[in-house]
């Protein structure tokens, strides 16, 4: 699975939108990015994934460079609620080595705050 | 639907004791793993099972067992504990990646191991 780097801190205003960049230059044509996130103390959640195209659902909206080098997590009115640690990952769900299983980095800490 | 669920939600061990952290999920899920949750860092995996009779190890498999007898139970058992076992474990599931699903993973709310 293709590495990701992402910042390990940002602060975004209640009410605005927080956008949270991903790095993943090694990315391979058959790995999607997937986004979790971790509220203090519980299990991570899933919040949206693709492949290409962006991809918008009920929580946020993701962003993929045409080069899928780089993506972007959008959440378009942060709540205090939002605040989380937010993991990228790479993977190929549908490779050999597919297992159900996620590699996480060190995910991006994001505050928002009122 | 429970979803998954975890028990116990805390714990404290002495060196060298042994103990099980229970893990089911309700969801009819074939995929399931195991993850430990150091402060401030991001979960590491253990192990993980794709269906039931089959379990293999992940990043950081030493000191723990598996095992998968039922689609619904994947335990994880701790043989003789050590201090540096001393973590959250996060179970968590999901279907298979068939064409088109959302291939979604799904945590448990995490158990809490002291281990003096």
């Known amino acids: 699975d293709a590495k990701t780097t992402q910042p390990p801190s940002m602060d975004c205003a209640e009410g605005r939108a927080a956008n949270l960049p991903c790095n993943h230059s090694?990315?391979?044509?058959?790995?999607?990015v997937y986004w979790y996130r971790q509220i203090h103390s519980q299990g991570p959640q899933y919040i949206i994934h693709?492949?290409?195209n962006n991809e918008t659902n009920e929580m946020a909206s993701l962003i993929i460079t045409e080069d899928r080098k780089s993506s972007t997590l959008i959440l378009p009115h942060a709540t205090l609620r939002d605040t989380a640690v937010y993991y990228c990952?790479?993977?190929?769900?549908?490779?050999?080595?597919?297992?159900?299983?996620?590699?996480f980095g060190q995910g991006t800490t994001l505050q928002v705050k009122p | 639907n429970a979803g998954v669920t975890q028990t116990p939600k805390f714990q404290v061990l002495k060196t060298g004791q042994s103990m099980t952290l229970q893990c089911a999920q309700d969801?009819?899920?074939?995929?399931m793993s195991w993850y430990r949750q150091d402060p401030g860092m991001g979960l590491r995996l253990i192990h993980y099972?794709?269906?039931?009779?089959?379990?293999d190890q992940g990043e950081v498999p030493n000191g723990y067992n598996v095992s998968r007898s039922t689609t619904e139970d994947f335990p994880l058992r701790l043989l003789s504990a050590a201090p540096s076992q001393t973590s959250v474990y996060f179970c968590?599931?999901?279907?298979?990646?068939?064409?088109?699903?959302?291939?979604?993973?799904?945590f448990g709310p995490g158990t809490r191991l002291l281990v003096l």
């Open positions: 099972s794709v269906g039931a009779g089959i379990t």
């Open positions: 090694t990315i391979s044509g058959n790995e999607y």
């Open positions: 968590a599931s999901s279907p298979p990646p068939l064409a088109g699903a959302k291939e979604t993973q799904y």
């Open positions: 693709g492949l290409k």
């Open positions: 969801m009819n899920h074939e995929y």
């Open positions: 990952i790479v993977r190929d769900p549908h490779g050999s080595s597919n297992t159900g299983k996620l590699i």
